[in-house]
């Protein structure tokens, strides 16, 4: 005998509990509810979630629609509301109803398989996709410190983190974040995390919506990987060494020229440092994350043991670097002032 779907009619002065969890983020609207208003009140429900996803919305207000419950109930919508789906994966996923007259907010559960047959027609607005390696442990000549990229797209801001410490049975990374007063706050945990193995993943993510307008200061997992206060603009590009310094046996610096330099140091958009180093005697290029304030240059100041603090000057193409703090070589005379002059490619 077959099973007669149920269908439920949610009209406009009521409201239904059986399946529906009504959250309220935000008081009622005193006016209608705008397109923007209702991204955003979707976009702050999703900024809990910790697993992957894609939140997709009609373009239009959407006077009536019919929706196929997980329990296999039919809910029909005849209010005027602003509908998103929110993706997980294949036949996963859910609906998010923003109650155009007063903001409210209704969460579905859809049934598996259930997604609108036209969602490519839907725009995007959001999407929280988690990449990752596999398990690899770190050793040899080009496992270097762990390092951050971080980019800022027309989508919002991307994050690469490398060699991200997990336990050997992870099988996924989940993401959060939290952003106030221009403090971007992420929390990365690779699940499951039982095992007493440790292993490193590099792991990759966009966190749309954020602009660099936004930002002053990015913390994962407590710890600050980029900061933003002071534009790297006039740092950016290539710098080849012409010229270092150092004190000799009266305290007085000397400033000797260099010629024919394969010293050079590249500064990236996305906060990365560029320098050469050697490995298996060739020479390649190490990455290093660095972040500037106001007269402080610090260089891989992710590792606290081998960070390396400058104090820059900067005047047109020449960039001064006053060493500070870090391990320098014994070698004498050490070289405590390096002079860059930019080089344009």
Partial sequence: MKKD??????????????????TFFFTALSAQTTQEQADKIVLERMSSETQSYTVYAKEDVQKEMIITTATEEMLELDYSSWIYYIRYGANQGRYLIVNESNG?????????????????????IESQIVNFTPCQIESGCDYFLRKVDVEFT??????????????????TVDVTHTLENGVLNITQKGTPNEAKCKCY??????????????V???????????????????????????????????????????????QYIIFLQNWIMKEPY??????????LPY???????????????????YKYELENDKLTLNYVYGNITMKYPQIVIKIYQRINE
């Fill in 278 to 287: 050697f490995c298996n005697g060739e020479i390649a290029e190490d990455e």
């Fill in 201 to 214: 993943t590099d792991v990759s993510y966009t966190i749309n919506g954020i602009s660099q307008d936004e």
């Fill in 216 to 262: 002053n200061v990015i913390f994962i997992n407590g710890v600050q990987v980029c900061c933003n206060n002071i534009s790297n603009q006039s740092f950016i590009g290539k710098w080849v060494l012409i010229a270092q310094g150092y004190y000799d046996n009266n305290n007085a610096i000397v400033i000797n020229p260099v010629e024919n330099s394969w």
């Fill in 291 to 309: 972040r500037i304030d106001e007269q402080f240059l610090y260089k891989n100041y992710l590792d606290k043991v081998n960070t390396y603090i």
């Fill in 154 to 171: 027309e989508k919002g801001i991307q994050i690469k983190y490398y060699n991200f410490e997990v336990t050997c049975d992870f099988t």
């Fill in 104 to 124: 409210n907010l209704l969460e579905v559960d859809a049934k598996s398989g259930a997604e609108p047959e036209n969602l490519a027609e839907w725009r995007e």
């Fill in 5 to 22: 779907n149920k269908k439920i009619k949610i009209m406009k002065i009521k409201t239904i509990l059986l399946i529906i969890v009504q």
